[in-house]
């Protein structure tokens, strides 16, 4: 029997903040054997295809900037692995009580890339499993496009650990809540 083809889309900044916001527990796994993870993760009727890792290069942090880098560097070593980056757009804020003004930074660019990629993989037929991995609603008009267009397709949601996304995963045809898996989060680092 042929095996389902799947490609993973990875929210890279949604599933570091999930691993970030688990504490120690899960910031150990910042360092991931991407592909093998999610290799972990398919059934025994499906292929990894890729993993398309979507995410950018943070600004004024250099240290940040570095470790990122040696990550990426570690995982383009596997073919299934694929980067895709956008930026960092610096915004300004000014405190509407006291006048206090400072900037922080907003990524751009990276829900538009996850969402084209699927719908472009889902149309070639490039795939036959659609996995996100993500906790932002922003990924749900991708959802209803593809169900849309072909509601026998599936579209699976894996929340990254720590996250929530009952949105998301309304419109989503299976679940995986990460979390439960830390099991093989260990065995891929």
């Excluded at 042929?2 to 900044?13: A, L, T």
């Excluded at 688990?22 to 499906?46: N, S």
């Excluded at 929530?164 to 679940?175: E, F, G, P, Q, R």
Aim: aromatic share 14%; proline share 4%; with cysteine.
């Amino acid at each position: 029997m042929e095996k389902k083809k799947v490609i993973v889309y990875v929210d890279g900044y949604n599933f570091y903040y999930g691993l970030k916001n688990g504490g120690a527990r899960w910031k150990r796994f910042y360092w991931l054997d991407i592909v093998k993870f999610f290799e972990r993760m398919m059934l025994p009727d499906q292929e990894l295809v890729e993993v398309n890792y979507y995410s950018a290069v943070p600004l004024d942090d250099q240290q940040a900037a570095d470790n990122q880098d040696v990550l990426f560097s570690a995982n383009l070593l596997n073919p299934k692995f694929k980067l895709h980056l956008g930026r960092y757009k610096k915004k300004k804020f000014k405190c509407q009580n006291c006048g206090f003004k400072n900037k922080t930074y907003e990524e751009k660019e990276s829900d538009v890339r996850v969402a084209t990629g699927m719908l472009v993989d889902m149309f070639t037929k490039r795939c036959d499993i659609t996995i996100i991995v993500s906790a932002d609603s922003d990924m749900i008009p991708s959802v209803e496009i593809i169900k849309g267009f072909a509601p026998e397709h599936p579209v699976h949601v894996f929340v990254p650990p720590t996250q929530n996304t009952y949105a998301l995963a309304s419109k989503c045809d299976h679940v995986v809540w990460l979390e439960h898996y830390r099991a093989r989060f260990v065995q891929s680092t």
